[in-house]
């Protein structure tokens, strides 16, 4: 995304990237707030339109959802050849090489590959969470990631599975793909290997066969709450964008669309010399949302409501109530900002209460008017 911006405004854009187009252990799904900004990403050919979403916990059994605004679910690898290719028509250039490490000269960077070197005027830097160029882009320590490990199954289903476990501050999914099922988990505050015995386990449990699949494991940024205020986005000559600036939700791991528009505005900042401007923008547009996020998402996993689990007491909650589905069916679509997300909650919930307790009530007199 930054460098087709950068090359459209007739910049000399040069990408580097060591592995182009690859898979990565994500669920690839893409919100309605992403393909509804940027509506190229529904006429993919590889893309999965998905309708329903089952979530599932230990405590509270299951809720399926009807998505109004259904997700998109892509190959990572599909997408990232699609933005690749982008780039390409707008003439940026792409080489296939690792940046082994930049030095500041004066007012240029010499940009460093086992090809040689190369001098810029400008860098964004987009190198994920695992970050090689250490002077540029977030400084988030190991309480600042979650672990993302997943499986490649070669098997089909139309819709998207949700498990939550009680204790654990993440989640499992099953995302239908372009024939396969990535199936996987992240979190944080957890051993990896523990994660991936509890992974094998659900999928015992659900018959979904790990042979003839593919693992994949990744690390992801979730910056704590203190973090996002020191959080480096830019400095001289630089920009960082997507992972890179630890630009990825909290609470769902979504980095998708926050690294696409990330991308995006600094590639145009840039080629336009308001780079300066970028950090603001940014947190402008989403950062702000991003932080208030990182105070919920621990509480959102690991709290307890009415001598419960908040994500069970969400399962049955979601079961009986047509209010607090509408909140969460914003919530998959990526309309709903996280302060607005609360505000609904604590707003509806005596509501949300009313509307169970009715519920009841009703379905008692009809079977007992029925015996």
Same mark, same amino acid.
């Given at each position: 995304?930054?460098?087709?911006?950068?090359?459209?405004?007739?910049?000399?854009?040069?990408?580097?990237?060591?592995?182009?187009?690859?898979?990565?252990?994500?669920?690839?799904?893409?919100?309605?707030?992403?393909?509804?900004?940027?509506?190229?990403?529904?006429?993919?050919?590889?893309?999965?339109?998905?309708?329903?979403?089952?979530?599932?916990?230990?405590?509270?059994?299951?809720?399926?959802?009807?998505?109004?605004?259904?997700?998109?679910?892509?190959?990572?690898?599909?997408?990232?050849?699609?933005?690749?290719?982008?780039?390409?028509?707008?003439?940026?250039?792409?080489?296939?090489?690792?940046?082994?490490?930049?030095?500041?000269?004066?007012?240029?960077?010499?940009?460093?590959?086992?090809?040689?070197?190369?001098?810029?005027?400008?860098?964004?830097?987009?190198?994920?969470?695992?970050?090689?160029?250490?002077?540029?882009?977030?400084?988030?320590?190991?309480?600042?990631?979650?672990?993302?490990?997943?499986?490649?199954?070669?098997?089909?289903?139309?819709?998207?599975?949700?498990?939550?476990?009680?204790?654990?501050?993440?989640?499992?999914?099953?995302?239908?793909? *372009?024939?396969? +099922?990535?199936? %996987?988990?992240?979190?944080? #505050?957890?051993?990896?290997?523990? &994660?991936?015995?509890? /992974?094998? =386990?659900?999928?015992?449990?659900?018959?979904?066969?790990?042979?003839?699949?593919?693992?994949?494991?990744?690390?992801?940024?979730?910056?704590?709450?203190?973090?996002?205020?020191?959080?480096?986005?830019?400095?001289?000559?630089?920009?960082?964008?997507?992972?890179?600036?630890?630009?990825?939700?909290?609470?769902?791991?979504?980095?998708?669309?926050?690294?696409?528009?990330?991308?995006?505005?600094?590639?145009?900042?840039?080629?336009?010399?308001?780079?300066?401007?970028?950090?603001?923008?940014?947190?402008?547009?989403?950062?702000?949302?991003?932080?208030?996020?990182?105070?919920? *998402?621990?509480? +959102?996993?690991? %709290?307890?409501?009415?001598? #419960?689990?908040?994500?069970?007491? &969400?399962?049955?909650? /979601?079961? =009986?109530?047509?209010?607090?589905?509408?909140?969460?069916?914003?919530?998959?679509?990526?309309?709903?900002?996280?302060?607005?997300?609360?505000?609904?909650?604590?707003?509806?919930?005596?509501?949300?209460?009313?509307?169970?307790?009715?519920?009841?009530?009703?379905?008692?007199?009809?079977?007992?008017?029925?015996?």
């Amino acid at each position: 995304m930054a460098a087709r911006q950068v090359a459209a405004a007739g910049a000399h854009a040069i990408l580097f990237d060591e592995k182009m187009a690859w898979e990565k252990p994500c669920g690839g799904g893409v919100t309605y707030k992403a393909y509804r900004q940027y509506p190229f990403l529904e006429k993919s050919g590889s893309v999965r339109r998905v309708t329903r979403t089952c979530l599932h916990s230990p405590g509270a059994g299951a809720v399926s959802l009807t998505l109004d605004k259904p997700m998109l679910i892509f190959s990572r690898r599909e997408l990232n050849q699609l933005l690749l290719d982008r780039a390409a028509g707008a003439g940026a250039e792409l080489r296939r090489e690792r940046v082994l490490g930049m030095r500041r000269e004066a007012e240029r960077w010499a940009v460093r590959t086992a090809a040689g070197e190369v001098k810029a005027d400008f860098v964004i830097v987009a190198t994920g969470a695992r970050n090689p160029l250490r002077d540029t882009g977030t400084a988030f320590q190991a309480a600042d990631t979650m672990t993302a490990l997943g499986y490649y199954v070669p098997r089909e289903q139309g819709h998207i599975d949700l498990e939550f476990f009680g204790g654990f501050e993440g989640y499992l999914w099953v995302f239908p793909r *372009a024939g396969h +099922l990535s199936v %996987g988990i992240c979190g944080k #505050g957890e051993a990896a290997t523990e &994660m991936r015995a509890r /992974l094998e =386990r659900y999928m015992e449990s659900r018959g979904i066969s790990r042979e003839g699949a593919t693992f994949y494991g990744h690390m992801l940024p979730s910056l704590e709450a203190s973090s996002w205020r020191g959080n480096r986005l830019a400095g001289d000559g630089w920009l960082a964008a997507g992972d890179a600036g630890g630009l990825v939700d909290p609470v769902t791991g979504e980095g998708i669309y926050y690294a696409m528009r990330s991308g995006e505005l600094a590639g145009t900042l840039a080629a336009e010399g308001r780079e300066a401007e970028y950090a603001g923008a940014v947190t402008g547009e989403f950062v702000h949302d991003l932080a208030y996020a990182s105070t919920l *998402a621990r509480r +959102l996993f690991l %709290g307890r409501y009415l001598f #419960g689990a908040n994500t069970d007491r &969400m399962i049955q909650f /979601l079961r =009986r109530s047509t209010r607090l589905n509408g909140i969460v069916q914003e919530l998959f679509a990526g309309t709903m900002p996280y302060h607005d997300l609360r505000k609904q909650i604590k707003s509806t919930l005596h509501l949300t209460l009313t509307e169970i307790g009715v519920n009841l009530f009703l379905r008692r007199i009809v079977s007992e008017g029925n015996e």
